[in-house]
T-cell receptor, first 114, second 111 residues
Framework: GAVVSQHPSWVICKSGTSVKIECRSL??????MFWYRQFPKQSLMLMAT?????????EQGVEKDKFLINHASLTLSTLTVTSAHPEDSSFYIC??????????FGSGTRLTVV | QQQVKQSPQSLIVQKGGISIINCAYE??????FPWYQQFPGKGPALLIA?????SEKKEGRFTISFNKSAKQFSLHIMDSQPGDSATYFC??????????FGTGTSLTVIP
């Protein structure tokens, strides 16, 4: 089945630094990838939709200058949390639509900003 | 506006019992209705999915019941096991466009 590989699975960074999260579609081409944020015991909150070769579309309230998304190829999308602060600590998950219109998630990244 | 409403928020079931989670939607254009299972610290994983041309789909202990006229669908977990304890999300989609997720149900199966 379609697999989306997400790295790292967890990261701890100092406040003010930037962190990059990568998502790769391993056996299919993902023209569209979605980035979600999830707080403990809550549902998935869509942050942005990234399309290969074009600018990402951000949901209302999501700071595009803080959460930089790049989708430079059909198999790779990255989310960079810039100048991270403790309130950015969360679980970040990417996903992609597969050829059969299914929806495959990455394994998630637990970001802790100290 | 919440595109899909999920209930209950949490559910406790005895081992061997039946777990039932319900979802309701409004947009009749939706044509794909999956359920995802998420364990702590992991991304959601597709459990089972249904399209509106059938009223029921069964895979092992997991069954989706779909009521097109009522715009509702539900997940039934038969013979629930402690290993089924997880958070379950329903979702809806229109031919692979953006997915809309329910708010999640935390299931605890007591031994």
């Amino acid at each position: 089945g379609a697999v989306v590989s997400q790295h790292p699975s967890w990261v701890i960074c100092k406040s003010g630094t930037s962190v990059k999260i990568e998502c790769r579609s391993l056996d299919f081409q993902a023209t569209t990838m979605f980035w979600y944020r999830q707080f403990p015991k809550q549902s998935l909150m869509l942050m942005a939709t990234s399309n290969e070769g074009s600018k990402a579309t951000y949901e209302q309230g999501v700071e595009k200058d803080k959460f930089l998304i790049n989708h430079a190829s059909l198999t790779l999308s990255t989310l960079t949390v810039t100048s991270a602060h403790p309130e950015d600590s969360s679980f970040y998950i990417c996903s992609a639509i597969t050829m059969d219109y299914g929806y495959t998630f990455g394994s998630g990244t637990r970001l802790t900003v100290v | 506006q919440q595109q899909v409403k999920q209930s209950p928020q949490s559910l406790i079931v005895q081992k061997g019992g039946i777990s039932i989670i319900n979802c309701a939607y409004e947009n009749t254009a939706f044509d794909y209705f999956p359920w995802y299972q998420q364990f702590p610290g992991k991304g959601p994983a597709l459990l089972i999915a249904i399209r509106p041309d059938v009223s029921e789909k069964k895979e092992g202990r997991f069954t989706i019941s779909f009521n097109k006229s009522a715009k509702q669908f539900s997940l039934h977990i038969m013979d629930s096991q402690p290993g089924d304890s997880a958070t379950y999300f329903c979702a809806t989609s229109n031919t692979g466009n953006q997915f809309y997720f329910g708010t999640g149900t935390s299931l605890t199966v007591i031994p």
